[in-house]
């Protein structure tokens, strides 16, 4: 990742196109979390999101980000509030007073606000859970560092989307899905598939 | 969808306008979407918060009152409220005697409370937290989000406030909490689904002569779909497992609580009631007190849920105290 | 059928059994399903009875308690009781100073309370009757078989039991209960059918998008099919039958009732309340106390009925006085 | 009427014949009653007329009505529980002692049972009840005195179903379908079904 820097126009932009397309998305993910879970995923994503939208600012990516996170932590509420906030909370904190993002800037903020969600969530790899989308993004992004943004974040999409199909086949075990047990397996985690167009964003807005 | 509304996004913001206007004894902070008891904060009393997603009514804002909670935080329907409102109710409640903070056991809840406890620790607001986990459908184990919430937070919040009113310490009072919990299992099903008015359509289909056994309180599948069976075998059917937990033994006494999901009328609850009844005494289990009715809720859901509290002497003399709240009310 | 049952035809059987063991402070006549109140006859005190079909709980049975009825009289689901019952009743409970029969008007309930009236006048028990007849939505003549008993049988029943207690005459009793009777509209709606038992199917067949207008508390057909309405339309529908009615006038003080009919949960109803209390206030009518909840119910059925009892300050002192019932409990 | 007498054994027979052809129409009855009642007039009249069948007897005719008259009253409940009971008691009255009936009896029997009727309900001709059923059926017999009893038994069943099909286009003024106002015209009055069985009973066991 050596051309290109990442706006913080960019990144407001990412946050506005993620908000577009839970919105377009808001029914399959509320439906998926209706399989699994008590559906409300798409629901709570849009009320989030669109209260993101409204608060958008910030002179520095770390006040843009932080403002985001903060707005989801106080209005979402339900598991994915506080991951989904804590998630830009810490990687507000990560870029801190930076107007710009490098590629490699970018992809450590990724991983601290994953990080967030770790310790927010206690999520390990395969419990069927937004994890399981994002974290494969982040390993694509700190992977493609030698190459193109471009690239790397395509790459990232990539594996987010092969992260969230493999949710399918997987037995949850955090979250409401696992009070399912074996009835989980065969359907889609909603808030995998939510964090696939996170990064699906950022791939269209970012480079 | 048969639902008595507006828009489905004002549904919790116009039920808190009927409850306020309903319940002069109560106080409605409707930006916060908090119901207090008119007269908190109690100097030197205990303050008893307690919340979740809305869908569950009367649990929790039909549980504030004198003896039971000084105050409820109302999420969205099926959405744990988010920190900011525990914070706010938190501060609000605080007699000086610290606060206790009643959590079913959902991931978005625990952690929303878990960051208000943070919120309100650097406020100064002394916190304690009891989570509850009685619903025996759901393994328990470290690798899950362990076991859900259900039937025994009403009658934790019942018994904990009882002990509040009594002015013990917030540790005291906390005690009391988690030996309900610990002493509590419950067991659902389900005989149809429940719409989320935001959803506008039932979360899962069931056939008409189909049950889904082990359901929680959000519309949330259950362990398994069989077929419909009498009243009867239902109540074997949820008992079994209830009582091999704790375990329950010969002599033990009970609360015993028969639970409507929202959508079962009261006739059936007694007929459930019922089969309960004769289930425990056969088992030698002696029911010393009984609830039966919906007081926890998944909207319009059919269906019904039982509590089994094993109960000390202590534990039903702060059952019996007086209470006085839109849901559970008596000796005042 | 979606229904916490055995056989269909021991529902109210087994939901009895239930009560009773429920409820140790009540008394329950398996043979003639009536539930008593434990301590009854009181000496002194007028006897209040009450029944109907079963179906609509916790009306009659959950009435029964100091404060409110002696008696409750139990018929097959939406059927009266038969006459026998209601003899028996009356001689049980009768301590000298005779008894009230509460009848809610449906020709099968004021023939079977007459026939009992009669067969009691030969025993000596002195009986009076008190029918009740609030339902707008039924045009009142002479020519039908008038008005339905519907949600004021519920006030009515708590405000002469408070009559009662205070060991007021017969006569005065039913001068009371006629007064609240006199005093009282309501108006309900139905967004689902409900489904009688012994049938197995709705009793009659509504889409996702139709309500129905002016229902009853048995599954009957209301006065008219329309299509499905936000919450405040459907209370301005309600009240505006209700009002125009009695009439109320700006100024009135009321107890308003806002009423589950069995499958619709508690949010909803509060949403409700909301609404109307919102259309009150707007014609300068003033709400002195309110009832939110389930209290006479159609089984399994979505909707609601809505009730307004233009109430003096008597009326008002009579409603607060204690009252411990399963369903009603204030004050002790 | 002047061929044959009925006997107690006969009106035993009709009373059976009744519950039979009751609990063949249960559901049929109750179907009409859901269209503009409360879906129990099957119901109720099973339970009334299969206890009546359980206690049957009585050593004359009166005894033997007015048990099963008090039979009806003490377990249908309803509207029709005190109806048919009292038409049954009132039956009784009018035969008396007899052992047996002549056609002449009969029919004034019949009438009482309907008098005792309107008594109890104030029914009135196009109320939309069973009296809309059972009243052309007691003038037929009355109308008959001077023939056959086949003939006027016939006659009477009848003038029932004609009775009975006539209350299609009835506006409802007695009972729980005069709620209906207009909509309860176009449907068939449950009561009137199950009286014109009656009637239909009679004419298969009295002659
Ligand atoms: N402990 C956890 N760690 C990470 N993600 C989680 C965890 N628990 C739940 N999730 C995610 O949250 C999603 C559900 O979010 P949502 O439906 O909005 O909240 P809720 O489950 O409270 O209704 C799940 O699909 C899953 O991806
Ligand atoms: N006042 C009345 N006089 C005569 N028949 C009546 C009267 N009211 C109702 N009925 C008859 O009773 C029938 C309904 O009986 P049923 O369904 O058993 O009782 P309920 O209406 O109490 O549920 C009606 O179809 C009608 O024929
Ligand atoms: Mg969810
Ligand atoms: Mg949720
Ligand atoms: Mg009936
Ligand atoms: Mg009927």
Not at chain 2, 31 to 59: F, N, T
Not at chain 2, 152 to 169: D, M, P, S
Not at chain 2, 188 to 203: E, F, M, Q
Request: charged share 20%.
């Amino acid at each position: 990742m050596t051309d290109g820097r990442i706006s913080i126009e960019q990144l407001t932009g990412w946050l506005l196109e993620f908000a577009r397309l839970v919105t377009e998305h808001r029914d399959e993910l509320t439906t998926l979390d209706a399989a699994i879970g008590d559906a409300d995923h798409g629901t709570n994503m849009e009320r989030g999101m669109s209260a993101v939208v409204l608060g958008l600012g910030g002179d520095t990516v770390g006040a843009l980000c932080k403002q985001a996170g903060m707005t989801l932590v106080s209005t979402v509420g339900g598991a994915s509030g506080p991951l989904y906030g804590t998630f830009l909370l810490r990687f507000g904190s990560s870029a801190g007073d930076a107007t710009e993002l490098s590629a490699a800037q970018f992809a450590a903020a990724m991983r601290a606000g994953l990080d967030g969600i770790v310790s927010r969530g206690k999520a390990e790899r395969e419990d069927k859970t937004m994890f399981d989308a994002l974290a494969p993004a982040v390993e694509a992004l700190e992977a493609g560092a030698g190459g193109s943004l471009v690239e790397a974040l395509r790459a990232a999409a990539e594996a987010a989307d092969k992260g969230r199909d493999a949710t399918v086949e997987m037995l949850a075990r955090k979250g409401r899905a696992s009070y399912l047990g074996e009835r989980s397996i065969g359907h889609q985690d909603p808030g995998a598939t939510s964090a696939a167009l996170l990064v699906r964003a950022a791939a269209t807005t970012l480079a | 969808m048969n639902k008595l509304i507006n828009d489905p996004a004002d549904v919790v913001a116009e039920a808190l306008l009927g409850i306020e206007a309903a319940h002069p004894d109560l106080r409605v902070d409707h930006q916060h979407k908090i119901v207090y008891r008119g007269d908190a904060p109690r100097r030197g009393k205990v303050g008893l918060i307690s919340g979740g997603g809305s869908g569950h009514e009367p649990l929790h804002g039909g549980f504030v009152g004198p003896g039971m909670l000084d105050a409820a935080c109302c999420g969205e329907v099926f959405t744990s409220p988010v920190p900011e409102q525990m914070l706010e109710a938190t501060k609000a409640v605080d007699g000086g005697a610290g606060v206790l903070h009643i959590v079913k056991n959902y991931t978005g809840d625990v952690m929303n409370f878990e960051m208000a406890a943070e919120l309100a620790a650097e406020t100064g607001v002394e916190v304690l937290s009891v989570v509850t986990d009685d619903d025996v459908a759901v393994q328990d184990s470290t690798w899950t989000a362990g076991r859900r919430g259900v039937g025994a937070t009403v009658l934790l919040e019942k018994i904990a406030g009882a002990a509040a009113e009594q002015e013990r310490t917030l540790k005291e009072v906390a005690d009391v909490a988690r030996e309900v919990n610990a002493n509590a299992r419950s067991m659902g099903i389900a005989l149809t689904s429940c719409t989320v008015p935001a959803n506008g359509k039932p979360t899962f289909e069931l056939g008409d002569s189909e049950m889904e056994v082990g359901v929680g309180i959000h519309g949330e599948p259950g362990r398994r779909r069989v077929p419909l069976a009498p009243a009867r075998e239902i109540a074997d059917l949820l008992l079994e497992p209830i009582l091999a937990d704790l375990p329950f033994s010969r002599g033990d006494r009970v609360i015993t609580f028969v639970n409507g999901l929202g959508g079962t009328p009261l006739i059936e609850l007694y007929l459930m009631y019922n089969e309960v009844a004769k289930i425990l005494s056969a088992h030698g289990i002696e029911t010393a007190r009984s609830l039966v009715g919906p007081y926890i809720t998944s909207l319009d859901m059919a269906g019904c849920s039982v509590t089994l509290l094993r109960a000390s002497d202590e534990l039903l003399q702060l059952w019996d105290a007086p209470v006085r709240t839109p849901a559970l009310r008596w000796g005042i």
